[in-house]
């Protein structure tokens, strides 16, 4: 397959960044990938590593007099996007540095960024049993740490039609329409596009 990348040339400034490890390598994701195309989506054109920057917060839950802990980091782009949880703050051993400019940066205001944070635990809680739940309390804040998570993007089509496919690669799975909405709206955002 003669598989073009994303040019860099065309996404921003290059810059380092600091970002979890990948657990697939690109020969993995571009295995993965092909196998999404078809009828549907055409055929894989291009595959490209991209970053996403995530904030971690430190989240507090009271429910029913009990108080748990976690850290969480949440998306710094949309706020959309499933949360990761973390036991402590990614460390060097969990870090890679990359130089890249498939990279948006953040821009979610940090009240906004924290509603939907707290959204998305409320959500999570009540999914576990509506009844189980009495004076809830989602106390959050923001730590200064800041990282990227590295997705790979695969391009399809047929004629003029093109699709967007994510995965995630971290976690190894295939992300929804909100990952490719926040990679399609950033791609439309550059001034090169």
């Known amino acids: 397959m003669d598989l073009v990348p994303l040019t860099e ?11 979890l490890r990948a657990n697939v390598t690109q020969q993995e994701a571009l295995a993965a ?4 195309g078809g009828l549907m989506r055409g055929k894989l054109r291009q595959i490209a590593a991209a970053y996403l920057p995530f904030r971690l917060y430190h989240v507090e839950v009271i429910n029913r007099g009990a108080s748990k802990v976690a850290l969480y980091a949440a998306d710094a782009v949309s706020g959309a996007l499933d949360l990761y949880e973390f036991k402590a703050a990614p460390g060097d ?9 498939n990279a948006p940066d953040a821009r979610l ?5 924290l509603e939907r944070l707290e959204n998305k635990v409320r ?9 189980g739940v009495r004076a809830l309390q989602i106390r ?4 200064e740490v800041e990282f990227h998570v590295p997705y790979w993007l695969g391009f399809f089509g047929q004629g003029e039609r093109a699709t967007l496919q994510a995965m995630d690669a971290v976690r190894r799975t295939f992300e929804g329409a909100k990952a490719r909405a926040v990679f399609s709206d950033w791609l439309m955002e550059m001034p090169d596009r």
């Not at 040339?9 to 970002?19: H, K, L, P, T, V």
């Not at 051993?93 to 400019?101: I, P």
């Not at 959050?140 to 730590?143: C, E, F, K």
């Open 93 to 101: 051993a969990e870090l890679v540095t990359v130089t890249t400019r």
């Open 33 to 36: 990938l092909e196998g999404r």
């Open 9 to 19: 040339a065309a996404a921003g400034a290059r810059r380092e960044i600091r970002c």
């Open 140 to 143: 959050a804040r923001p730590l």
């Open 123 to 131: 959500r999570a809680i009540f999914q576990t049993g509506f009844f």
């Open 109 to 113: 205001e940090l009240q906004v960024a």
